[in-house]
């Protein structure tokens, strides 16, 4: 796909995505998240993406709310253990309407004292529904047991003790500390030449003062395997299992979004789920995931069953596990794999938004951007070999953690 990228003397980049559909997506993406906080500040990142939007220099909660939605746009933000992203949707003549908000709520938001305490009142009711709904809640719990002792671990609303005691003053060393304007991308796609793009994001963004400064940014290590099981009054079994693994950057991670695609990835026709749902009906969901990080990442699968039959779901999964690994794939089945990942990839790129939010990151953190036949070609090149030693290393029982919350007798 063809892109360009033009760098204002601040060193934010602006992306352009050239598109001929009469609607454009945008979005703003900071090198910055959750893995950036103090552990006194559990949910500091999260806290500043809702606060943005409530007041800046020159508007209300009101005006920032409308100013998008007014002419049927749609905006919205969310934060990640890595980034902050705020997104927009919107039609073709209103570009320069909405890279000014975006400049205007990161670069000009006041976090007012009363804004805050309300919104630390919804991001507690936000913990609390989250607390609510196990199958989301064991994630955090598990990558908090993955990642012991590290900021990889904490949950990125923070606890209720930590969002009640941020202040205004650790907004603002946060956002000095973190938001450096060399790891700040500014994408659009849509119906412009490149000139109109840069003419408008410079207008924005030219103005931002630089901020280069560095940040200390401390790689994990790999803990021991722990298997845990908590108990909870729940009416269903819920388990996480699995390891830290490949970073962004490592040679093995298209080998391992093909492994993890075959065993629990989209569609119905995966590993896990004809063999442990269609075959033996012991689990109503099981998925897998593979999440690469900047100096880590996470492999992991979910299940929930009813309590007695997690026992025998955990003896079919690693039956299958040691099948993989036992049998390396044959040339055919590993093309046969290669096929359907590339394909779902190809009709991923039909999210626009999706599309425009990865680019972004991608420029973040490889300071490129690889266009699709690129992306196909690395998945072509992975080898049975590859293969093979992937799944005997992310798969070996010993190294795999695993966390249950077991519902409790009445």
Known sequence: MEYNVHTLHNGIRLLHVPSASAISHACIIINSGSRDEDEKQMGLAHFIEHLIFKRTEKRNTNQILTRLESIGADLNAYTTKEYTCIHASFLNPYLDRTLELFNDIVFHSVFPEDEMDKEKGVILDEITSYLDQPEEAINDDFEDQLFAGHSFGRNI???PET?????RNDILKFIKKNYKTDEIVVAVIGNYPLNKLVKIGSKHFESVPANLTL???VAPIQNPAQKNVVHKQISQAHVMMGTQTYSLHHPYKAGLLLLNNML??????SILNLQIREKYGIAYTIESNYSPLSDTGIFALYFGTDKEKVDKAFQLIHKEFKKIKDNPLTEIQLQKAKNKF?????LGEENRIGLIISMAKSLIDYNK???LETVFNKIRAVTVTDMANISNEVLDESKLSSLTF???EN
């Open 157 to 159: 609303l923070g606890t």
């Open 163 to 167: 969002v009640n005691s941020l202040t």
């Open 215 to 217: 940040k200390n940014r």
């Open 264 to 269: 629990g990835g989209t569609g119905m026709s």
């Open 342 to 346: 590339i394909g779902q990839i190809a």
């Open 369 to 371: 951007i690889d266009d």
């Open 406 to 408: 077991y519902p409790t």
